[in-house]
């Protein structure tokens, strides 16, 4: 995350990207964020039934 602030001020700096476009990035980070993956995970509940359901098949 501070690597994604670093980069966007690294770039208004060499003037690579306007004010403009550094307070429209921070405005709205994490959605223009692209140096960090965001996936879904499954909710506590999902997991503990497929946790029961698939019991007998784990290993000890």
Wanted: aromatic share 14%; hydrophobic share 30%.
């Amino acid at each position: 995350m501070l690597y994604a602030w670093k980069e966007q001020a690294d770039k208004l700096s060499s003037e690579e990207i306007s004010r403009e476009e550094y307070d429209n990035w921070r405005h709205h980070y994490p959605r223009f964020d692209t140096t960090q993956h965001w996936a879904k995970v499954p909710s506590q509940e999902l997991s503990d039934a497929l946790v029961e359901a698939f019991k007998d098949k784990l290993k000890e």
